[in-house]
Structure formats: C-alpha cells, structure tokens
C-alpha cells in the first residue's frame, strides 16, 4: 500500500501507449492518489488515430502523467538497466530518429 503522505513518482517504460481503457484505469488511480507522478515513456503510440484512445492520453495528461515517446537515450537506459545483454551493446535501428520525430509530432496533435 502506498503511503499518501509521502509524494511517489513512477516512470514506466512501455512498448505501446496505453489503450483508452487502460488510460482510464491509469488516470483513476491517479485521482486517487494524489501524492503520485508518473511518467510514461512508450517506444510507439498506440491506436493514436482513434478517438478514444486519444481522449485517453489527454485524461492521463489532465491527470498530472507524462506521456511522451522513448527517445535513443530511453532505449539505451532500459538496455543497460533492464535487458539481460551478455556483453552486447544496444543497436539503434536505422530509423529510430525519424520514428521518434513523427511519434512526438503525432503525440502533440493528441495533448
């Protein structure tokens, strides 16, 4: 259980945005506690063209989350931090960049 007197912050690395249902769900407990922050970091957006979906982010963003796209230097803290790597380093793919810029320019048009 967390304390509500203490302030907590969350990031969350994830592969996909949140759907709308599981935006909403976010965006509930987030109400309900209030002493928390969270930031989300999603390598792509998901169903970003649907309606609900987008109504979804934005409630997360009213809400006080973060929501933005990994960027190169996301994707090499999770490789360091969260992937079992046997010597190997992280390789970006060829587009990560342009990936990246279009995600956030299509996550702005959402907030």
Known sequence: MLSRD???????????????????????????HRNMTLSIFAA????FWDPATR???????CK?????????????????????KKNKSFKPWW????NYNYLVSELEEVR
Do not use: K
């Not at 990031?11 to 759907?19: A, D, E, K, R």
């Not at 792509?44 to 169903?47: G, H, K, P, V």
């Open 44 to 47: 792509r957006l998901s169903y």
């Open 64 to 84: 006080g989350a973060l929501v933005d796209i990994m960027s190169l230097q996301h994707f090499e803290y999770c490789w360091d931090r969260f992937v079992n």
């Open 55 to 61: 109504q979804g982010l934005r409630r997360l963003c």
């Open 6 to 32: 203490e302030r907590q912050h969350v990031t969350w690395f994830v592969s996909w945005s949140p759907c709308s249902t599981c935006a909403e769900l976010v965006a509930q407990f987030l109400e309900q």
């Open 95 to 98: 587009n990560l960049d342009q």
